[in-house]
């Protein structure tokens, strides 16, 4: 099988660019030919203010990738494209470039983006969904992308323009989103609900959990408000006992952050910032419990799955996906999001009960090798591509996509 992958780059790499060259080289090893077409956010930055006006219609509709991937389509013929993120570089009018060539297109849906302009459903501290239920206008009113009305103007006038032209529900055979509440979101936001289905992150197979109780917590992430980096702060002042905490990686609350931590006096707080991969996961397999506090709707941290190959438990917030991928009691602990003394309740007690945080830890392995392996998700990603090109050779127009041609038929069940 030959696809085309299809991805533009973010200015600052994150989870969806890692996911992205994993899933490549995933099905490269598979024994498959992969012909990829790569653009980068941080072309943007060059922009003059002349030429950000033209972006704006690059957002919209890109002519010249369009024209690209239109003669990649004919010198490769793929038998099949797979879009992970087409914005701001490469627009939605690939989608038109893939219908003339007849070729079916997956599109992996990593964030919120295509029902909410900040891709987050995160605004003032809280969960926002006033787009899904009032219009897209309500993000312009906020500046919701890049605290930027203008900007926010143009994500939207993007969204607008494809759901009036209906590109999200006539131009992709299929959707790929990473949890079923994600899912649940998605078809609640107008997508198609049976030619949405399911497949999460995976992680390269990770040695397990070194012996011993772990010596400290730890949180991996971007240090941002919807990560609920200030309630961890809190919950940790409200701890009667000091818990050794070490935070890797970095973003626009750092410096806050740690002003905070001298304020309260946290000398067991550590800030390491951004780590290389390898040192990553040789903290995560020595610390006793990961902490993901969020307070939006992830859809997939790959820390979980590198936590739980690592053996390590998670305590994460009641909210969103984060609930179905942490069973509470059994591979980690819930918390109230936003609850800094509940947070700290939990923490408290996890640290009081290794052997109990050691077997959660155990059942976490247990579930990443069920779920989140490269061969689990290989297996996956196979049987959506074969069903895709399935139902596309039997006929099955764009809209007309029935459960049968549409639904995959790997469980993730064990």
């Known amino acids: 099988m030959k696809i085309l992958f299809v991805h533009s780059a973010y200015q600052q790499l994150g989870g969806e660019d890692v996911a992205f060259a994993q899933e490549r080289e995933l099905v490269e090893r598979g024994g498959h030919q992969v012909v990829s077409y790569c653009r980068s956010n941080d072309e943007a930055s060059s922009y003059t203010h002349l030429g950000k006006l033209r972006l704006l219609k690059q957002v919209v509709w890109a002519t010249d990738t369009r024209r690209e991937v239109a003669g990649l389509l004919i010198r490769e013929r793929p038998d099949l494209v797979h879009v992970h993120n087409t914005f701001l570089m490469i627009s939605p009018s690939i989608y038109y470039a893939c219908r003339d060539a007849q070729v079916p297109v997956v599109q992996t849906l990593h964030n919120y983006r295509v029902l909410c302009p900040a891709a987050s459903f995160f605004r003032a501290g809280k969960v926002c969904e006033e787009c899904t239920h009032h219009g897209l206008r309500q993000s312009v009113r906020y500046g919701c992308y890049r605290n930027s009305r ?18 999200w529900t006539r131009m992709v055979d299929c959707y790929i989103a990473l949890s079923e ?3 649940n979101k998605f078809v609640e936001g107008g997508l198609p609900r049976e030619r949405v289905m399911v497949k999460p992150n995976f ?18 992430g971007r240090l941002s408000a919807e990560k609920g980096l200030r309630t961890l702060i809190a919950a940790w002042t409200r ?16 410096t806050e952050l740690s002003v905070e931590v001298q304020r309260h006096g946290l000398s067991g707080i550590n800030f390491r910032g951004r780590l290389p991969r390898d040192q990553t996961l040789e903290l995560m397999s020595g610390a006793r419990f990961l902490v993901l506090p969020s307070e939006c709707y992830e859809n997939f941290p790959v820390s979980i799955a590198e936590a739980f190959s690592c ?5 994460c917030s009641r909210l969103g996906a984060l609930e179905e991928i942490v069973e509470n009691g059994r591979t980690g602990l819930h918390v109230i999001p936003a609850d800094p003394q509940d947070l700290a309740d939990k923490v408290e007690w996890a640290w009081q009960q290794p052997s109990r945080m050691q077997t959660m830890g155990l059942e976490a392995r247990t579930e990443y090798e069920a779920k989140y392996t490269p061969e689990r998700n290989y297996q996956l990603l196979m049987a959506i591509y074969e069903h895709t090109l399935t139902g596309y050779a ?21």
């Open 150 to 167: 203008a900007e926010t103007a143009g994500v939207a006038l993007m969204l607008a323009f494809h759901r009036g032209v209906e590109t």
């Open 181 to 183: 509440f994600a899912r």
């Open 203 to 220: 992680v390269p197979a990770i040695r397990g959990k070194d012996e011993g109780r772990g010596e400290y917590a730890l949180f991996v």
């Open 239 to 254: 701890l009667r006992q000091p818990i050794p905490l070490i935070l890797v990686g970095d973003g626009p609350l750092r």
């Open 311 to 315: 053996s390590t438990p998670v305590i």
């Open 394 to 414: 039997q006929g099955h127009s764009r809209t007309e996509a029935t459960p049968d041609t549409c639904r995959c038929p790997v469980s993730l069940q064990r």
